[in-house]
């Protein structure tokens, strides 16, 4: 499940929640009694114990992982649930980690991760976000039309970054810059450019994805759309990789792939106080996780 994850990292994470309290069911939980309270009230109260019982929330830009993620630990003895929560971009998955009610999980590209450390949006910021282990990595994507045979034709070109605030946005932004391209930036949601791209009214699209991507599956070679090679100098977080023809059949020759780099993603907690119930819950899906990520 986590591809990429570190037994030592997982390993310091798991003796920090060995002190948790064990993962219980409801039954295991007994409420006071509530004799004033008439039973539908009871009833209702009840039901809502048991649904939230074991329920942890996790944002990510998308939610195909965590979805999996949720139906691999549907069957599991420890009864978590996961509720799975599409986030507004990798920016603010950190913040919604940190302020939005229910969530206790968020998934980060590591550039994101290193731009908080870097710039916090307040300080003390590492007080409420922990680091729990290195999940997958995603590839950079810029795919343009054929005019385009280089990224130093893309100067001054419209090329769409995505939504501000999404990973895809943070990646663009760093790899141009690194590599001194200053494109005509658009942010619009990446179907939409993509319609754009095919019209020509774009010179070219960034996406940040593990491929092969849903999104640009179904290209097909008469519309002349190709992926541009990336290279030159970048940062260590930023790791090389190739686009092939068994990624893309459609778009990519079989002789030749496609330089381009990978972003890692990482998972994040809030920090809960220890004896609190949350930090309970986030702990069992700690140890849960490890659990299928040894498999």
């Known amino acids: 499940m986590a591809q990429n994850a570190s037994p030592t990292v997982l390993m310091a994470f798991c003796w920090m929640f060995a002190a948790a309290p064990v993962c219980a069911g409801p039954e295991h939980q007994a409420k006071p009694a509530a004799p004033r309270e008439d039973r539908e ?13 074991g329920l942890v929330g996790i944002v990510s830009e998308g939610t195909d992982y965590t979805v999996d993620l949720a139906l691999s630990l549907a069957g599991e003895q420890n009864r978590l649930r996961v509720l799975p ?65 280089s990224i130093d034709d893309l100067r001054g070109k419209k090329v769409n970054f995505g939504p501000r605030n999404s990973g895809t946005h943070t990646t663009a932004a760093a790899v141009f810059k690194t590599l001194g391209i200053e494109p005509d930036v658009t942010n619009l949601p990446h ?16 996406y940040v994805g ?16 190709h992926f541009l090679p990336i290279t030159g100098d970048l940062s260590p977080i930023y790791t090389a990789d190739t686009i092939t023809s068994d990624d893309y059949p459609e778009l990519v020759s079989r002789n ?26 986030v702990s069992c899906f700690v140890q849960a996780f490890l659990q299928i990520s040894r498999r």
């Not at 009230?41 to 019982?53: G, K, S």
């Open 256 to 281: 030749t792939p496609v330089k381009t780099v990978d972003v890692g993603t990482v998972l994040v907690a809030y920090n809960w106080p220890t004896k609190s119930e949350r930090h309970q819950r």
């Open 191 to 206: 179907p939409l450019a993509l319609d754009k791209l095919r019209r020509g009214e774009i010179s070219a699209l960034v």
């Open 41 to 53: 009230a009871i009833l209702r109260h009840n039901m809502r114990d048991q649904i939230n019982t």
């Open 210 to 225: 593990t491929k092969p991507s849903r999104l640009l599956q179904d290209i097909r070679p008469e519309e002349h759309l």
């Open 85 to 149: 929560i599409a986030g507004a971009g990798a920016s603010q998955n950190a913040k919604d980690v940190i302020f939005a009610r229910g969530i206790d999980f968020g998934i980060l590209q590591t550039d994101v991760l290193d731009e908080i450390k870097r710039d916090p949006p307040f300080p003390g910021v590492e007080k409420y976000l922990q680091y729990v282990t290195q999940l997958y990595d995603q590839q950079l994507h810029i795919l343009v039309g054929g005019d385009v045979q």
